[in-house]
């Protein structure tokens, strides 16, 4: 082998290998991002199913993360302030209409934003719809505050009442209601008077396509050695090398 050549298949052998070794390792890593996912969709699953637990309170507020926290699922008891909730523009599994958010008043002092359920358009009025007086107690799931809205929604605009996302700092800042829980809570589907708010409709799924992207990676690597086994070949340092093609006459 000239040292041309030589020159040129340690080149080639250097850039398959750093392509290869890069397609690997994001194969790999995506081999660890799926472990962490069904982790995580067992962790949340395992929330969902256990038994109702108190609502974090201001001490605990701190502590609070999306990672062991989201979708606890919790009770708590006070006063709904009916006139001070709001109402998010959301698409659901019953079509678009908005989800009331209504902010609870603890015996403590402290208030909870609370997801009371889904209303369509015409009951969007508080007028149209019962609202409960006194002490209630709602069981529903800890969520974490919203930073970002459902796939093209807008942002909120607390000075025309529009509101798209469910961002508890910025609800809760407007009603000027303080203190206040990091997180709201999404009602169950224990049924409201006059039939609404509709409760229950939290979707608890988590996509997972690490697998798919894994395979794609690990085949993409090998491509890389078949493509290099065929460079082999044809400088003749592997099988037989292909005889020249002749030029038709």
């Known amino acids: 082998m000239v040292a041309s050549s030589r020159k040129r298949l340690i080149a080639i052998t250097a850039v ?15 081999v660890y991002r799926l472990q962490w996912k069904l982790d995580l969709i067992a962790a949340v699953e395992a929330r969902v199913e256990a038994p109702a637990v108190p609502a974090p309170g201001p001490a605990d507020w701190p502590e609070i993360t999306r990672a062991k926290d989201a ?13 001070q909730e709001v109402q ?18 603890r015996p403590d002092g402290s208030y909870v934003l609370i997801n009371r359920g889904f209303v369509p358009e015409e009951k969007r009025a508080p007028s149209t719809r019962a609202a409960p007086e006194g002490e209630v107690t709602i069981t529903g799931l800890l969520r974490m505050s919203e930073d970002k809205g459902w796939l093209f929604s807008r942002a909120n605009d607390p000075e025309k009442g529009n509101w798209y996302r469910r961002d508890v700092a910025s609800i809760m800042a ?16 224990t049924v ?5 708010p509709i ?3 939290t979707v608890v799924k988590f996509r997972n396509a690490h697998l798919s992207y894994a395979l ?9 050695l078949a493509l290099y086994a065929l460079v082999l070949r044809y ?6 090398r292909p005889p020249p093609e002749e030029d038709e006459e």
């Open 88 to 105: 998010i523009y959301y698409p659901t599994e019953l079509g678009p209409g908005y989800f009331v958010m209504t902010p609870l008043l």
């Open 174 to 189: 407007t009603k000027g209601l303080r203190p206040f829980a990091p997180y709201f809570i999404d009602a169950d589907s």
């Open 216 to 224: 794609t990676w690990f085949a993409m690597a090998l491509g890389t």
């Open 16 to 30: 398959a290998a750093v392509i290869f070794a890069g397609f690997a390792a994001l194969g790999i890593w995506q």
């Open 235 to 240: 400088e003749g340092v592997w099988g037989t």
């Open 199 to 201: 409760g229950g409709l």
């Open 71 to 83: 979708y606890r699922h919790v009770t708590v008891t006070g006063k709904l302030i009916n006139s």
């Open 192 to 196: 409201n008077p006059g039939g609404y």
